[in-house]
């Protein structure tokens, strides 16, 4: 069976939570398997395993929930003390599951125990949880024949008498209330407890018929939840792993672990304030191995001392280890997140264990819309008010949003308690909150927040309750400073203005000026005026509206002249009215200056900029020598040859990358080469040309025409007076 605890970490608000678990008294199956080991495995043990397991899986829900939210909680406890819960176990059950509870409580709780009949209640000393465990069996004895309503009342009462932020009532029974005309007597009791401390209800059924309990929640209107079974134990536990899902903190029956020997190992994405490990046995003459060290990154934890619940008669026997483990003595310390070693006196059996943090953080939400007021989790909203927005952010003890990881792994989402439908809510990654808009179909919804992260935590909300109120419509008009603005051509930036002065009357009560929310609402529609000249509106932060003319982004373009221009307000919000006095109409002049003085900038940056691209342009189009290029010239003459001289092209930086347009030159011997287009080859400027040169053996044709090609590795011979010979190869390399 899975299990998840509920509840929110270290927060202030207060919450309830009413759970309710009814008996069946249809005979349960005795060929029901459990995949569980048990040596004497009968109809007996069975059933106290069923019922142990119901009843844990419950009070776990319940009490580990606050107790890892805020250590700061009061609970009450109603169950059914008649002798109909003897007929499948349920008492004993109960009884085990009352003592793993008190281990699982903070000693700073208070814990309430009452029997329905009769209604008295017993204080649970916390502070001696060792003989507080040994002395619960005399708590539970289920021999009564009624089961009145006035141990739930009792019970509330004394909740509402508690100083405690977070309280909790609990009531065990079979729905069946004995009382008559209990449902008229008590209409608002429940109800008004519910909504006054953001309690939630949760009534688990496990037979089918319409109980006066049924009744009392649909009669009162009473906000609940109804899980409703026929008595199948199949079906129990799969409407008690669905109640999980909603009401514990822990999903999934805890952290995921990993056993090394004695050991057993987890890795912490989040900081915790405390771990509690519980470990169940439901075969007798077991010894579970207890916590013995636990370290976090190497250092030492502090281990509390372990808790033992049992429950055992001739027939069956069940046993369970809570430990508590914090960072240090105080309980005040941090376990920072990483790795976590937890130790134990023998090898644990790893389908017996539940590791259960305790994470450092908390769910914080928050309501945005028209709230007239609020008080505790009671919201005021205007009633023209259509939807609202639900916040919610996970924060740290140091109000920081938690990593982004665990951020983007958690799944939140709006529960409308009324019809208990949901609504995902998404993150915002910017502002590391989750929302959603909410309709408000009804002059009343109840709403609250689960936010879950697999393992972790499973935070629910304290329940908001929204009320339509009527709302007094504010009524905006308009006042200005003056109707007349002047400004020239030539300094529209120091452009004379107006202001502006919305204000919101309601009634005959003086005007005031917009809040800021409410200026986000108002706007300025310009209508009429000479077409090109326009006003800017700037809302102020004193909730006034400056007003100046709008010139072009050059004087040059800007329209001159005299124009009247009508501003008439206007307002994005059905809860701001806009009152008689909400037009103004401004004349505005804008003074002409002379063409030059207007445009003479403008030309001559046109022009700069001309200019700047043509000589851009003629660097790009440049041509250049390659680099590596070079001519390699020698020359051969009757008495001698010289020796080959090899001249690279490439000039000078000034000549190369500043001059532009003009192609590169360099001189050679007695020839002048010009850059070609590629570097493939270059080429033999024309006024170098001669009849007697040969290129790759053949004469020039035309020479002094135009510019001759020579390509890489091609030669260049000139034939000169006295058979001497000259000759140039470019080459590239």
Same mark, same amino acid.
């Given at each position: 069976?899975?299990f998840?605890?509920?509840?929110?970490?270290?927060?202030?608000?207060?919450?309830?939570r009413?759970?309710?678990?009814a008996?069946?008294?249809?005979n349960?199956?005795?060929?029901?398997?459990?995949s569980?080991t048990?040596?004497?495995?009968?109809?007996?043990t069975?059933?106290?395993?069923?019922?142990?397991?119901?009843?844990?899986?419950?009070?776990?829900?319940?009490?580990?929930?606050?107790?890892l939210?805020?250590?700061?909680?009061?609970?009450?406890?109603?169950?059914?003390?008649?002798?109909?819960?003897?007929d499948?176990?349920?008492?004993d059950?109960?009884n085990?599951a009352?003592?793993?509870m008190?281990?699982?409580?903070?000693?700073?709780?208070?814990?309430?125990?009452?029997?329905?009949d009769?209604?008295?209640?017993?204080?649970?000393n916390?502070?001696?949880?060792?003989?507080?465990?040994?002395n619960?069996?005399?708590?539970?004895?289920?021999?009564?024949?009624?089961t009145?309503?006035?141990a739930?009342?009792?019970a509330?009462?004394?909740?509402?008498?508690?100083?405690?932020?977070?309280?909790?009532?609990?009531?065990?029974?079979?729905g069946?209330?004995?009382?008559k005309?209990?449902?008229?007597?008590?209409?608002n009791?429940l109800?008004?407890?519910v909504?006054?401390t953001?309690?939630?209800?949760?009534?688990?059924n496990v037979?089918?018929?319409?109980?006066?309990?049924?009744q009392?929640f649909?009669?009162?209107?009473?906000?609940?939840?109804?899980?409703r079974?026929?008595?199948?134990?199949?079906?129990?536990?799969?409407?008690?792993?669905?109640?999980?899902?909603?009401v514990?903190?822990?999903s999934?029956g805890?952290?995921?672990?990993?056993?090394?020997?004695?050991?057993?190992?987890?890795?912490?994405?989040?900081p915790?304030?405390?771990?509690?490990?519980?470990?169940?046995?439901a075969?007798?003459?077991?010894?579970?191995?207890t916590?013995?060290?636990?370290?976090?990154?190497?250092?030492?934890l502090?281990?509390?001392?372990?808790?033992?619940?049992q429950?055992?008669n001739?027939?069956?026997?069940?046993?369970g280890?809570?430990t508590?483990?914090?960072?240090?003595?105080?309980?005040?310390?941090?376990?920072?997140?990483?790795?976590?070693?937890?130790?134990?006196t023998?090898l644990?059996?790893?389908?017996?264990?539940?590791?259960?943090?305790?994470?450092?953080?908390?769910?914080?939400?928050d309501?945005?819309?028209?709230?007239?007021?609020?008080?505790?989790?009671?919201?005021?909203?205007?009633?023209t008010?259509?939807q609202?927005?639900?916040?919610?952010?996970l924060?740290?003890?140091?109000?920081?949003?938690?990593?982004?990881p665990?951020?983007?792994?958690?799944?939140?989402?709006?529960?409308?308690?009324?019809?208990?439908?949901?609504?995902?809510?998404s993150l915002?990654?910017k502002?590391?909150?989750?929302?959603t808009?909410?309709?408000?179909?009804?002059?009343h919804?109840?709403?609250?927040v689960?936010?879950?992260?697999?393992?972790?935590?499973?935070?629910?909300?304290?329940?908001i309750?929204l009320?339509?109120?009527?709302?007094?419509?504010p009524k905006?008009?308009?006042?200005?400073?003056?109707?007349?603005?002047?400004?020239?051509?030539l300094?529209?930036?120091?452009?004379d203005y107006?202001?502006?002065?919305?204000? @919101?009357? =309601?009634?005959?009560?003086?005007?005031r000026? $917009?809040?800021? !929310?409410?200026?986000?609402? *108002?706007? /300025?529609?310009?209508?009429g005026?000479?077409?090109?000249?326009?006003?800017?509106i700037?809302?102020?932060?004193?909730?006034s509206?400056?007003?100046r003319?709008k010139?072009?982004?050059?004087?040059?373009?800007?329209?001159?002249?005299?124009?009247?221009?009508?501003?008439?307000?206007k307002?994005r919000?059905?809860?701001?009215q806009?009152g008689?006095?909400?037009? @103004?109409? =401004?004349?505005v002049?804008i003074t002409d200056? $002379?063409?030059? !003085?207007?445009?003479?900038? *403008?030309? /001559?940056?046109t022009?700069?900029?001309?200019?700047?691209?043509?000589?851009?342009v003629?660097?790009?189009?440049k041509?250049?020598?390659?680099?590596?290029?070079?001519?390699?010239?020698?020359?051969?003459?009757?008495?001698?040859?010289q020796?080959?001289?090899?001249?690279?092209?490439p000039?000078?930086?000034?000549?190369?990358?500043?001059v532009p347009?003009?192609?590169?030159?360099q001189?050679v011997?007695?020839?002048?080469?010009?850059?070609? !287009?590629?570097?493939?080859?270059?080429? /033999?400027?024309?006024?170098?040309?001669?009849?007697?040169?040969?290129?790759?053996?053949?004469?020039?044709?035309?020479?002094r025409?135009?510019?001759?090609?020579?390509?890489n590795g091609?030669?260049?011979?000139?034939?000169?007076?006295?058979?001497?010979?000259?000759?140039?190869?470019?080459?590239?390399?």
């Open positions: 069976m899975g998840k605890i509920v509840g929110k970490c270290h927060t202030t608000k207060q919450k309830v009413l759970l309710i678990i008996k069946t008294t249809e349960i199956d005795n060929s029901l398997h459990f569980s048990m040596p004497n495995s009968n109809f007996y069975a059933l106290c395993r069923w019922a142990a397991s119901l009843c844990f899986a419950l009070f776990f829900s319940a009490f580990l929930a606050p107790f939210a805020a250590q700061n909680r009061a609970v009450a406890v109603v169950y059914d003390n008649s002798g109909s819960m003897r499948a176990g349920q008492c059950g109960i085990y009352l003592q793993v008190v281990g699982l409580l903070h000693s700073q709780d208070e814990l309430y125990v009452y029997k329905m009769s209604p008295n209640g017993h204080f649970m916390l502070n001696d949880k060792h003989n507080t465990i040994k619960i069996n005399t708590v539970y004895d289920c021999k009564a024949k009624a009145p309503f006035e739930v009342i009792n509330k009462n004394k909740l509402s008498q508690s100083s405690r932020k977070d309280k909790w009532l609990l009531i065990l029974s079979d069946m209330i004995t009382d005309q209990f449902i008229a007597k008590y209409t009791d109800r008004s407890f909504e006054q953001g309690s939630r209800i949760i009534f688990l037979s089918a018929a319409n109980t006066p309990l049924d009392y649909s009669q009162t209107q009473t906000p609940q939840q109804t899980q079974t026929d008595g199948n134990f199949t079906q129990i536990i799969k409407t008690m792993e669905n109640i999980g899902a909603t514990m903190t822990l999934g805890g952290v995921p672990f990993k056993p090394v020997g004695t050991k057993l190992q987890i890795n912490t994405p989040l915790l304030k405390k771990i509690i490990v519980l470990e169940q046995e075969r007798k003459n077991t010894v579970l191995p916590v013995k060290n636990a370290t976090s990154s190497g250092k030492n502090w281990i509390e001392d372990t808790y033992t619940a429950k055992a001739a027939n069956y026997q069940m046993t280890l809570i508590h483990i914090s960072a240090d003595k105080t309980a005040n310390a941090i376990i920072p997140k990483g790795a976590i070693d937890i130790d134990f023998g644990p059996d790893p389908s017996k264990v539940k590791i259960l943090p305790e994470v450092a953080a908390k769910l914080v939400v309501i945005e819309g028209s709230v007239k007021s609020k008080s505790g989790n009671q919201q005021q909203i205007c009633d008010v259509r609202v927005r639900v916040i919610a952010r924060l740290d003890l140091k109000d920081q949003p938690l990593d982004l665990v951020l983007q792994g958690s799944r939140l989402w709006v529960m409308n308690e009324t019809n208990h439908q949901k609504q995902a809510m915002d990654e502002n590391s909150r989750f929302s808009t909410i309709p408000l179909s009804s002059n919804i109840v709403l609250s689960t936010a879950e992260y697999a393992g972790y935590f499973n935070f629910q909300s304290q329940v309750n009320h339509k109120d009527a709302c007094p419509i905006a008009n308009l006042e200005a400073s003056k109707t007349k603005i002047t400004a020239s051509v300094a529209m930036d120091a452009a107006i202001t502006v002065f919305p204000r @919101l009357s =309601v009634g005959d009560a003086q005007a000026p $917009p809040t800021e !929310a409410e200026m986000k609402d *108002l706007y /300025i529609e310009q209508s005026g000479t077409e090109g000249i326009s006003l800017s700037d809302n102020m932060p004193d909730g509206m400056r007003i003319p010139g072009a982004w050059c004087a040059c373009f800007t329209r001159t002249g005299k124009s009247d221009i009508g501003l008439q307000l307002s919000n059905p809860n701001i806009i008689s006095k909400n037009n @103004l109409t =401004v004349s002049e200056a $002379p063409f030059w !003085a207007k445009c003479g900038w *403008l030309i /001559i940056a022009l700069s900029a001309l200019l700047v691209l043509w000589y851009i003629g660097l790009i189009k041509p250049r020598f390659c680099r590596g290029s070079e001519v390699v010239f020698s020359r051969i003459t009757p008495l001698q040859t020796k080959a001289r090899s001249y690279p092209l000039t000078g930086v000034l000549n190369r990358y500043l347009y003009i192609a590169e030159q001189v011997g007695t020839v002048k080469f010009r850059a070609g !287009a590629r570097c493939s080859h270059i080429l /033999i400027d024309k006024s170098a040309q001669t009849d007697n040169m040969f290129v790759s053996g053949f004469p020039i044709e035309n020479p025409v135009k510019d001759i090609r020579l390509s091609e030669k260049l011979e000139v034939a000169r007076a006295g058979q001497s010979k000259e000759t140039y190869e470019y080459r590239k390399l």
